[in-house]
């Protein structure tokens, strides 16, 4: 499991189909954008099936960010969204 820290707002990439925003922090849950249309709303230490073989976590939730684990196969690549954008930027 790969654990990141996202901010309100702030989004993970996985591989290159699917983006997981942080839309709302409350005390012990959370709501993520998946792909900027569907929304999930998930409880501190839940965990949600977001396609065949990607799962998230929500690990912590603090104030204003929360930590969120990713399963997913070996040969799909999870970054932060800004890491992303720049390794995309570079390849061009």
């Known amino acids: 499991m790969l654990v990141l820290t996202r901010r309100l707002g702030e989004s993970i990439i996985?591989?290159?189909?699917?983006?997981?925003?942080?839309l709302n922090i409350s005390k012990d849950q959370l709501d993520l954008g998946v792909n900027n249309s569907e929304s999930l709303t998930i409880n501190l230490q839940?965990?949600?099936?977001?396609s065949d073989g990607?799962?998230?976590?929500?690990?912590?939730?603090?104030?204003?960010?929360?930590?969120?684990?990713?399963?997913?196969?070996?040969?799909?690549?999870i970054n932060?969204?800004?890491?992303?954008?720049?390794?995309?930027?570079?390849?061009v």
């Open 14 to 22: 996985i591989g290159d189909d699917i983006t997981i925003t942080v």
């Open 46 to 50: 839940e965990t949600v099936s977001i």
């Open 54 to 77: 990607i799962t998230v976590t929500a690990v912590k939730i603090d104030k204003t960010q929360v930590k969120l684990g990713i399963n997913a196969p070996d040969d799909v690549a």
């Open 80 to 91: 932060r969204e800004e890491v992303y954008k720049k390794d995309q930027a570079g390849n």
